[in-house]
């Protein structure tokens, strides 16, 4: 996400001439999206994504079960 957010500022600099970005050639400027295109494959590919959104959910899973616990009381109090 950092690099396609950096690949739009790039252009935008590059669009309206600001800086030193106005005098860079185009694919410099263009290549954090290629960039974030590589990584995006790779993510996929090697199950990173997956991975992330299943670690998510556990840990939603987990905070919904102490909620519920906590409500019905089956939490060991904590010593004073």
């Not at 739009?8 to 295109?37: E, Q, R, S």
Request: hydrophobic share 50%.
């Amino acid at each position: 996400m950092y690099l396609l957010l950096l690949g739009i500022v790039l252009v935008l600099l590059k669009y309206l001439a600001v800086g030193p970005v106005a005098d860079w050639p185009w694919w410099w400027t263009l290549v954090p999206f290629g960039l974030a295109a590589l990584w995006w494959t790779w993510a996929d590919a090697s199950g990173y994504t997956k991975r992330k959104a299943a670690e998510k959910i556990e840990k939603r899973k987990q905070e919904r079960i102490e909620r519920q616990k906590e409500s019905l009381g089956l939490r060991p109090r904590k010593p004073r």
